[in-house]
Structure formats: C-alpha cells, structure tokens
C-alpha cells in the first residue's frame, strides 16, 4: 500500500505551466514511494471528472510520478466507469470504498498487488485429562462427514495469531483459554478466491472447562479423549491431520517445543508486534 508523505495541490488549484492555460487537478498527496494518492470525498459529475483527471495524469506525468491511486469511497462508485475507461485497474475493495491504480512512466509497474494471502488458525486445546476439545460444523467442508474437529477460524486484520486462536475458541465453543505455543504452519495455494493461504496450528490451554457452543455454526462440541480423536479414519488419511497429532503427542511428552510470541518494537511503526520464535532454545543459549 502506498504511504502518505506530503500534501499535493488540491482541487480547485489553478496549475499554470510554462505560461499555458492555468488547469485543475484532483486533490491528491504525494507517497512515499513516486506516486500520488488520491482520495475522493466531493461528489462530480463524471464529465467534470474525467477533464480533471486528465488533466491531472498530465501534470502527474510532467512531475515524473509513477503510481496512481484513486480512493473511490462508495457513494461515488459512478466515477468508477470514468477512471477504468481512462486505463486505471482495480487493486482491492473494502466494504466502504473500491481503490484503483494507474501506472504513468512506460516501465514496468512496480505498484504491489493486493494482498496475496489468507491467514488462519487451528486450536489444540487440551486438558488435564488428556482431552482436546472438538467441535461438528453446521456448515463449511466439514459438514455432514461426521469428523470431529479442532476450532478454526480466519485471523482478522489487525489480529495476533495468539489472539485469533484464542477468540475462535471463545466464539465456537465458550471455552476460554491461553496461548501456550505456535506448533507449525502450513503454506496452500488456491484457496478463498484463489488466494494463498497461511494456517497456523497452535496449542492452547483451557482456563474453563464447560461448553457454550455457537448455534450458528457449531452443531456439537465436546471434550474428546485424545486418542479417539486421533484415531478418526479421516484423521489417518490426511498428512496434515496425522502431523498435527504427532506434533501435539510430541509436544506433551517434552520432545518438540514451538514457538511463542515475544512483544517487539521496530522504528517504522509505534505500537508492538509481535515475533514468533522458540524461546525455550533462546533462553538456553543466552
């Protein structure tokens, strides 16, 4: 995404290059990386906005930008038509705006694509007695096969993985737990809308203990015996599943330790992120 660095004429600046017709442009800053942002908020006619953002491409282009970006938020998706017939392309949409792009120099387009990939996560939450807490989806690919499963669920933007392991437990099943460790990912491809996809298996443990399941889309929840759950015909037959359970029988014996959060600053943002590493290794060494 672009980043916003200084201010650029805003409309209504009359423009006079080189003794020329003095000319409009649309309100715009300029990015931290050649280009320029645009980000509506007056409704136009797409007549007056196509003289405008024409004339603006061309000043742009005099000024030796790059990228273009068009913030359209979404009560002026009428422009929309205008900036696509002008050769801008869409990058992403949110549920309030739709952004478009334009590359001006004749080079390749060094503009990054919309994000590439989807992440989620996987919770293993097991008890004293050895049970992991399961779940039957109403919906989904997992409905009507008859496999128990582990909670799952999306990350939401600007979500800890730690964070969406432990609301997706919450959410399905009522349970409330604590992050103990990352245990591995897994890298997909073409999966929601032909995107990638991260998903994180982590191990939790369980800070309550009777079940609230979700009624919009959990038919059942349990504390299964962990056995009875590895054992599942469907569990045996993906290597996904069998490796989650050998990382998981591993990790309870003491023979594999993953990876924790460890709270980080970095200078080019304010608050903490986070750095998932194995701390017990780290600890030992230092």
């Not at 650029?8 to 006079?16: I, N, Q, S, V, W």
């Not at 669920?153 to 992050?179: H, N, Q």
């Amino acid at each position: 995404m672009p980043v916003s660095a200084s201010p650029a004429p805003l409309l209504g600046d009359r423009l006079c290059e080189n003794g020329f017709e003095c000319v409009k442009i649309l309100p715009a800053t300029n990015d931290a990386h050649g280009g320029v942002i645009v980000d509506l908020k007056e409704p136009l006619h797409s007549e007056v906005f196509a003289t405008l953002l024409r004339s603006s491409l061309l000043h742009w282009k005099q000024q030796g930008k790059d990228g273009v970006w068009i913030k359209f938020p979404i009560e002026l998706v009428n422009l929309v038509e205008t900036a696509v017939k002008e050769g801008f392309w869409y990058h992403h949409a949110e549920p309030n705006y739709l952004m478009l792009v334009y590359w001006i120099p004749k080079t390749d387009c060094t503009i990054p694509p919309n994000a590439s990939h989807c992440v989620a996560v996987g919770a293993i939450v097991l008890n004293d007695n050895k049970e992991v807490l399961v779940v039957l989806e109403k919906k989904g690919g997992f409905h009507g096969i008859g496999v128990w499963k582990i909670p799952t669920g999306v990350v939401d933007a600007g979500e800890e993985i730690f964070e969406a392991a432990i609301r997706e437990v919450k959410e399905e099943t009522g349970i409330d737990t604590e992050f103990v460790e990352l245990l591995a990912f897994r890298h997909t491809h073409n999966s929601f809308f032909g995107k990638s996809g991260l998903s994180f298996i982590c191990m939790l443990r369980p800070l309550s203990f009777d079940i609230k399941k979700q009624e919009l889309e959990i038919e059942a929840a349990q504390w299964m015996p962990f056995e009875e759950f590895a054992d599942q015909p469907f569990n045996q037959m993906h290597e996904p599943f069998k490796y989650m359970i050998e990382l998981c029988l591993a990790k309870v014996e003491k023979v594999y330790n993953g990876f924790s959060p460890r709270p980080i600053s970095s200078y080019f943002v304010e608050e903490l992120n986070y750095l998932y590493l194995n701390s017990h290794c780290l600890d030992k060494s230092s």
